[in-house]
């Protein structure tokens, strides 16, 4: 089973302040790290109201400062709007910084119309772009010279070993097709398009691909009180999912994974990938979907309090977590492994009064 946590850094008016949610995303990164978890993934979106995170490179990067060994994962790193030969320069020394083999790149097309014209790239055209700027990023990441645009270049320095992994993200048939013929890994949103995906790469005589993690909720808030939990995250997640939706409305080929548009909490309430639950039902619903299974928190959604989030990852930690453990769903960690459900543990958050975290 996968764990994971996810960041788009989206700051409301209505929410926490930008400098609170990023000292507690980085707080909040460290403590995973130490407990075990899988992935940090990490949004890109540019010019957003409500200072959605445009530089997932740089943030990563102070993860990878604060943690040890927590998969780092730009998803999706809008590969379009970038020049090229920078990312791969930026990719090279955030690989270097992390210790190598820790950089997982889910590469995306970028689907804002608006973002295009902020960078000057052309919509239209956009993934025929996408596949060009991919092919270079991957020849540039190989540390040797080649040729581009007419002239010899080379990045430097490489990265350590293999460098980082790059994947191509989608949530339409068309991404899925374009995996496979470029034969690299494909991150779906769904189960219909990763099996596309394996029937390309047979049909194309390339390996079939392993399994896919695609069936994480979108949000998960734990809490004794889900109703009373509702009426404080409620909003965060309405904002989120109205922004997503509507950005998704320019689409004409697919929705924008499980973002859908809500009025109402009523909405967040009845919405199955929506988890506002008890760690009790968590816990039910994670052993139904066993080893294959997935969990992404989102804990800062929508500029949630950090305080209101940490009670979320507290219960995690301590009523859910161990059980996982002892069911074999999960790997145990060594911080985690001799650690039985109820009992506590010091955690890098706990150790010191860090800034985004609330004094005990």
């Known amino acids: 089973m996968k764990i994971g946590l996810r960041y788009d850094m989206r700051a409301p008016d209505f929410g926490a302040s930008a400098?609170?949610?990023?000292?507690?995303?980085?707080?909040?990164?460290?403590?995973?790290?130490?407990?075990?978890?899988?992935?940090?993934?990490?949004?890109?979106?540019?010019?957003?109201?409500?200072?959605?995170?445009?530089?997932?490179?740089?943030?990563?990067?102070?993860?990878?400062?604060?943690?040890?060994?927590?998969?780092?994962?730009p998803s999706a790193l809008l590969v379009t709007l970038h020049d090229p030969l920078r990312l791969a320069e930026d990719l090279a020394v955030l690989d270097i910084l992390s210790g190598g083999g820790r950089v997982n790149v889910v590469a995306g097309m970028g689907y804002v119309e608006r973002e295009f014209d902020m960078f000057g790239v052309e919509y239209a055209a956009r993934a025929k772009t996408f596949e060009d700027k991919l092919e270079v990023l991957c020849t540039a990441l190989r540390g040797k010279p080649?040729?581009?645009?007419?002239?010899?270049?080379?990045?430097?320095?490489?990265?350590?070993?293999?460098?980082?992994?790059?994947?191509?993200?989608?949530?339409?048939?068309?991404?899925?097709?374009?995996?496979?013929?470029?034969?690299?890994?494909?991150?779906?949103?769904?189960?219909?398009?990763?099996?596309?995906?394996?029937?390309?790469?047979?049909?194309?005589?390339?390996?079939?691909?392993?399994?896919?993690?695609?069936?994480?909720?979108?949000?998960?808030?734990?809490?004794?009180?889900?109703?009373?939990?509702?009426?404080?995250?409620?909003p965060h997640v309405m904002h989120a999912t109205n922004s997503y939706a509507q950005w998704a409305r320019s689409r004409i080929d697919a929705s924008n994974g499980a973002w859908r548009p809500m009025g109402s909490l009523d909405a967040v309430r009845a919405d199955p990938d929506v988890w506002i639950i008890t760690p009790e039902e968590c816990l039910r619903r994670l052993r139904?979907?066993?080893?294959?299974?997935?969990?992404?928190?989102?804990?800062?959604?929508?500029?949630?309090?950090?305080?209101?989030?940490?009670?979320?990852?507290?219960?995690?930690?301590?009523?859910?977590?161990?059980?996982?453990?002892?069911?074999?769903?999960?790997e145990p960690s060594p911080r985690r492994a001799s650690r039985p459900a109820g009992q506590d543990v010091t955690t890098p958050r706990q150790a010191s009064a860090l800034p985004g975290r609330p004094h005990s």
Request: hydrophobic share 40%; glycine share 10%.
């Open 19 to 73: 400098g609170e949610l990023y000292a507690a995303a980085l707080n909040q990164c460290s403590w995973a790290d130490a407990l075990g978890f899988d992935a940090v993934h990490v949004g890109e979106h540019h010019g957003s109201e409500d200072g959605y995170l445009p530089s997932s490179l740089v943030f990563c990067a102070a993860v990878a400062a604060r943690t040890r060994q927590i998969t780092l994962q």
């Open 146 to 234: 080649f040729e581009y645009a007419g002239r010899t270049v080379v990045v430097s320095p490489t990265p350590i070993g293999d460098g980082p992994r790059i994947c191509v993200g989608g949530s339409a048939p068309p991404s899925a097709r374009r995996a496979a013929r470029l034969g690299l890994p494909y991150v779906p949103t769904s189960k219909a398009l990763h099996d596309l995906y394996e029937a390309e790469m047979v049909r194309l005589g390339k390996p079939t691909p392993p399994p896919s993690h695609y069936n994480a909720p979108s949000v998960v808030h734990l809490a004794e009180d889900p109703e009373a939990a509702l009426q404080i995250v409620g």
């Open 288 to 330: 139904e979907r066993g080893k294959d299974g997935e969990i992404r928190f989102h804990p800062l959604i929508g500029g949630l309090d950090p305080a209101e989030s940490w009670k979320s990852l507290d219960l995690f930690e301590e009523q859910v977590l161990p059980h996982l453990v002892a069911d074999g769903l999960v």
